[in-house]
């Protein structure tokens, strides 16, 4: 088992669709959790930051985070076509060396059709 | 500040070849991170630098590869030997000296080894 797993998808929405992308973990010492956009053949973009339980907003955005049940979510409400990427979640903890040491999911493949 | 930058954006290279990457981090950040990407995958740890000090590395990092990142600016990525299995998008990213508010990754190196 993968210490973070991430549907692949691909997932394909119409324009305005709300989108719900999700991911598992099972190492309960991460303490950090993001979500990154990657557009084709570019590096992944910070979307969202968070590192407790419970949902962080930001514009279209809101990610959601539960500890408990180690499962953490992204909510794309009203998708444009625009919003078409790959989606990775990621997660991290300090390690001894103080890195932030990142461990990412698969990535989603998200189109928005208009 | 125009991020993180990474040169060569490709590279097509024959099998048994030696290659290097270059990688200037946004300049303020004195943390610096290697990762690598295959297709279909999220990106996977390689290496951590803090200023000029290599303080992690992963076993994914065999002693065909050897990073550098002399008086703690740019880095540098050399791989030695290059086998077809290297092939993949190598990404550097760099993030500030306090907090984990998420990397900053550049657009990436795309290794192609034939």
């Known amino acids: 088992q993968k210490e973070v797993e991430q549907d692949p998808g691909p997932l394909s929405v119409p324009e305005g669709a709300i989108v719900s992308l999700n991911c598992t973990y099972s190492?309960?010492?991460?303490?950090?959790f993001m979500w990154y956009r990657q557009y084709s053949r570019k590096g992944p973009e910070l979307l969202m930051y968070t590192y407790s339980s419970g949902n962080k907003e930001d514009g279209r955005f809101t990610a959601q985070v539960d500890k408990s049940s180690k499962y953490i979510s992204l909510f794309i409400r009203d998708s444009q076509p625009s919003d078409s990427a790959t989606y990775l979640c990621?997660?991290?903890?300090?390690?001894?060396?103080?890195?932030?040491?990142?461990?990412f999911g698969k990535g989603t493949k998200l189109s928005v059709i208009p | 500040d125009t991020g993180v930058s990474q040169n060569p954006r490709h590279k097509i290279t024959k099998r048994g070849q030696n290659v290097t990457f270059r990688c200037d981090p946004i300049?303020?950040?004195?943390?610096l991170y290697w990762y690598r990407q295959t297709l279909g995958q999220g990106p996977e740890f390689l290496t951590y630098?803090?200023?000029?000090?290599?303080?992690?590395k992963s076993r994914l990092l065999s002693d065909r590869f050897s990073a550098e990142r002399p008086k703690g600016s740019f880095s540098t990525l050399e791989i030695q030997r290059t086998e077809q299995g290297d092939s993949a998008m190598y990404l550097c990213?760099?993030?500030?000296?306090?907090?984990?508010?998420?990397?900053?990754f550049g657009s990436g190196t795309r290794l192609t080894v034939v």
């Open positions: 990213a760099s993030s500030p000296r306090t907090g984990n508010y998420g990397y900053t």
């Open positions: 190492n309960s010492a991460f303490q950090y």
């Open positions: 630098f803090q200023n000029e000090a290599q303080l992690e």
């Open positions: 990621a997660m991290s903890f300090v390690s001894g060396a103080g890195s932030y040491q990142l461990t």
């Open positions: 300049s303020e950040h004195n943390r």
